[in-house]
């Protein structure tokens, strides 16, 4: 039982990771994830050893993921600023990668829903696209056209964007 636990908890960062680059808001990923591990821990007898654990942790987020964007979908609108103070701590001012890492979050933004989760899903915590179409219940052949048209548009919106150019006005 212990081991199963190891395998649970080596699995948190790539999950918190996921879920934050999936929101792209640190309470409602921390929250995601929190869901996904009691869920797993209530459901721990379903899961087959020797199988992927990651895998069916990844399915339960997302599952959770779904579930609650239709709870949210359901309740009115509220507007708000977020900003991340954590990660403005942390990049350094002037550096090109801050700018770089700045435009993929924008043009990750513009992606659909289905498309943003698959890339992020291979691209960013590297899985198998067999293990994505696992855990997004897709055949591989819809996660390939996914990340095709994916990183296609990612492409096109990072080619485009024409940031404005600052003027001296007198």
């Known amino acids: 039982m212990e081991?199963?636990?190891r395998l649970i908890i080596d699995q948190i960062p790539p999950l918190r990771?996921?879920?934050?680059?999936l929101l792209r808001d640190r309470d409602m990923?921390?929250?995601?994830v929190q869901d996904c591990l009691a869920r797993a821990m209530d459901r721990l007898h379903l899961w087959t050893p020797g199988t992927n654990m990651r895998a069916w942790l990844f399915t339960i987020l997302h599952n959770q993921h779904i579930n609650a964007a239709k709870r949210r979908s359901r309740q009115p609108d509220r507007v708000g600023l977020e900003v991340d103070v954590e990660e403005m701590r942390h990049t350094p001012p002037g550096q090109g990668a801050a700018l770089v890492a700045r435009d993929i979050r924008r043009a990750l933004d513009q992606l659909p829903e289905n498309q943003r989760?698959?890339?992020?899903l291979i691209g960013l915590?590297?899985?198998?696209y067999a293990d994505a179409a696992e855990v997004l219940d897709i055949p591989i052949g819809t996660v390939m056209s996914r990340l095709n048209?994916?990183?296609q548009r990612m492409r096109e919106i990072m080619e485009n964007d024409e940031t404005p150019v600052l003027r001296r006005v007198k």
Not at 29 to 32: F, K, Q, Y
Not at 117 to 120: F, R
């Open 125 to 128: 915590e590297e899985m198998a």
């Open 149 to 151: 048209r994916g990183r």
């Open 117 to 120: 989760q698959v890339v992020l």
């Open 29 to 32: 990923a921390d929250d995601l």
């Open 17 to 21: 990771r996921y879920a934050r680059a």
């Open 3 to 5: 081991d199963v636990h």
